[in-house]
């Protein structure tokens, strides 16, 4: 015959398994706490830099085109947080910039699209400035922005000219993303480029 648990016991013993339960969790939380760095923070095993740092030390050279100074702009500041472009960096950083727009959605009737995709393309190569024929790594990547097609003309220019710095936002973070990577993935790489020293200035006439 089983015995009978009051309800009030029944739940004094479920609070204390959960209190029990909450102060495990927080223990570990503060075991671990230390072990934890943002991904920006982390350094170099190599060199001692810390992969912001090495963002920070990457010129974008200057791209032709708004289009291409819209994502050189969006670059510069996703590395630096709007510090600038740097100078006498230790990488440098070529782009290539394209972009399209193609109707995603067709009305069935007329046959005209009512909604666009405005698409940015950027393909990137990142060089020790020491040496400009060392390319360290090369990738692409791509931003998309969508817009309604009922504008009329001038409308229409407008609302895929904010699609496309909506997109060459998206790609630029791509971009820093990547770079991130590649400096997490190959620090010994990373760690054997070295700041050029600034030029001399020129002599005095």
């Known amino acids: 015959m089983s015995s009978f648990e009051p309800p009030h016991r029944i739940h004094r013993q479920s609070s204390r398994r959960r209190l029990l339960g909450l102060a495990a969790v927080g223990l570990l939380a503060l075991s671990t706490a230390g ?10 095993p190599v060199s001692g830099a810390t992969m912001q740092e ?23 500041f996703a590395l630096t947080g709007g510090a600038g472009n740097p100078t006498a960096a230790a990488y440098r950083l ?9 109707a995603s959605i067709v009305d069935s009737v007329s046959g005209l699209p009512e909604v666009e995709l405005v698409s940015v393309d950027v393909s990137w190569r990142l060089f020790d400035a020491a040496d400009p024929k060392k390319q360290l790594i090369g990738a692409s990547a791509f931003g998309k922005a969508s817009i309604d097609s009922g504008y009329q003309r001038f409308a229409r220019e407008r ?15 791509s971009i820093k993303g990547q770079l991130a990577s590649f400096f997490a993935l190959a620090p010994e790489v990373a760690a054997s480029v070295t ?6 200035p020129a002599p005095k006439s």
Do not use: H, W
Request: aromatic share 4%.
């Open 195 to 200: 700041t050029p020293a600034p030029a001399a």
């Open 54 to 76: 090495q963002l920070e030390n990457i010129q974008v050279v200057f791209v032709g085109g708004r289009l291409g100074n819209e994502v050189r702009n969006d670059l510069i």
């Open 159 to 173: 609302a895929i000219r904010d699609a496309q710095n909506r997109a060459s936002q998206v790609a630029a973070d």
């Open 35 to 44: 072990c934890f760095q943002p991904m920006y923070a982390q350094k170099n």
């Open 94 to 102: 070529e782009l290539t910039v394209n972009t399209s727009t193609t």
